[in-house]
Nanobody
Framework: QVQLVESGGGLVQAGGSLRLSCVVS????????MGWCRQAPGKEREFVAA????????YYTDSVKGRFTISRDNAKNTVYLQMNSLKPEDTAVYYC????????????????WGQGTQVTVSS
């Protein structure tokens, strides 16, 4: 089991950028895939992006392709989500997720969730 702590959320105007960070602690000896999901008010939590253990493979939901970039620094036990060209529809609580398999993140059943960080994009 690992603990995940997100940071970097906030209020930004449409077209702006934010970078989310997620620090991993605990059983970091396990090679976890990492990812981000989000939940907007009144909606179900949805997959946003994921990255495998080595960082060699990344995955995105269609609505963020070309705008968001996921990356990781295993030496710092940190995963990032760079969000550019933000839109009001990106407003949500963003959750960091860890799992052995990327598929577990994509289907919403990771091993661990962070507590979430609020991202609000004003029009």
């Amino acid at each position: 089991q690992v603990q995940l702590v997100e940071s970097g959320g906030g209020l930004v105007q449409a077209g702006g950028s934010l970078r989310l960070s997620c620090v991993v602690s605990g059983r970091t000896s396990v090679n976890y895939a990492m990812g981000w999901c989000r939940q907007a008010p009144g909606k179900e939590r949805e997959f946003v992006a994921a990255i495998n253990w080595t960082g060699g493979s990344t995955y995105y939901t269609d609505s963020v392709k070309g705008r968001f970039t996921i990356s990781r620094d295993n030496a710092k036990n940190t995963v990032y989500l760079q969000m550019n060209s933000l839109k009001p529809e990106d407003t949500a609580v963003y959750y960091c997720a860890a799992a052995i398999y990327v598929s577990s993140i994509r289907t919403g059943v990771p091993t661990s969730w962070g507590q979430g960080t609020q991202v609000t994009v004003s029009s």
